[in-house]
């Protein structure tokens, strides 16, 4: 009742077919024999919460949720509240429009960490509601260098409560959201992220199959917009 149901059960043995691990395993010795897979149950779309409790009994460690759209279904604030009683609940990760995440930040006060993984609401939120956590997302990755951290910057003034200067320091990069947004192109956004991280000076290369690659029009979209992004090299 976490989400998996029979779609999860059949894709960890689907995963391993595409990855064509039997031959290799067959290469050591071993003798392989794929029997189908494990049927999962009907996705009953219950509450998640006896899942989660499940966990915090079986596992002493700390438990951050997360729910987007992706999922298939949206947690309720008032739910994500309910399961945030857990002893072993410390954030959330909560990727839906903001009346949504901000009335969860209003249920659940100091007891959890509430995040989510808009870049462009990061400052409002601190401000707003008070956060002090930006769990993963891949502005702070793609909209920064060495020579010019200004997520990092407006993020520490808004910490110390000069917001006039954080939101100046926000606004400037407008020019690099837009930019990123402006040259992506359909299909391709791990593709993208991963050239556009080479413009940077960083690591990319290629996507593995089957994410599609870039073509030579793309990478020259993207180069030119990167040119416009004003973002500072080292």
Known sequence: DIGAGSRGASMGPEALRVANIAPV?????????????VVGPNNPWLPPVDGYRHLSE???IGIAMWNHPDCGYLMSPQLCARIAELPNIVAIKYSVPRAMYSELSRLVGDRIQVSTASEEEWLDNIIELGWRLYLCSTPPLLLQTAADRRIHDYTQLAFAGR???ARRVRDSLNPAR????ACKPQGKPQAQSKY?????????????R?????????RASIREHFAQSGLRLA
């Open 178 to 181: 837009e930019a990123f947004k």
């Open 210 to 218: 089957p994410l599609l690659a870039l073509n030579e029009a793309e």
């Open 58 to 60: 079986v596992l002493d």
């Open 196 to 208: 556009w991280l080479e413009l940077l000076g960083q690591v990319g290369g290629p996507v593995r």
């Open 25 to 37: 395993l067959s290469a050591h010795g071993l003798d392989v024999l794929d029997k189908g897979n």
């Open 163 to 165: 917001h006039d200067e």
